[in-house]
């Protein structure tokens, strides 16, 4: 059996998992650095309103031709990623 001294805390509504005071302090930092940009963060948070909108859309019909669009940039992305992992 592995064992392994990771300890975890919440930090400005953050997780962070760490082994030492000093990883800890570099999350920390991190963590305020990302804060600084509240303007970016919260593009990025609408990003996730948009996806999670994305599927119902989807599903229940909308403009077809946009909906094809959709697919196939999903379609694209996902063989992107796939892609990347196999490097």
């Keep these: 059996m592995i064992s392994s ?10 997780v962070i998992a760490f082994r030492s ?4 302090i570099e999350s920390m930092k991190k963590i305020d650095e990302i804060e600084e940009h509240r303007f970016l963060t919260g ?6 309103i948009v996806r999670s ?4 859309y989807l599903r229940n019909g909308g403009n077809p031709k ?11 992305k996902e063989e992107l990623n796939d892609a990347e992992a196999q490097k």
Excluded: H
């Design 5 to 14: 001294n990771v300890r975890k805390m919440v930090y400005k509504d953050y």
């Design 21 to 24: 005071d000093s990883s800890r």
């Design 43 to 48: 593009i990025f948070d609408m990003s996730y």
């Design 53 to 56: 909108l994305r599927l119902p």
């Design 66 to 76: 946009l909906k094809e669009r959709i697919v196939l940039y999903w379609k694209k």
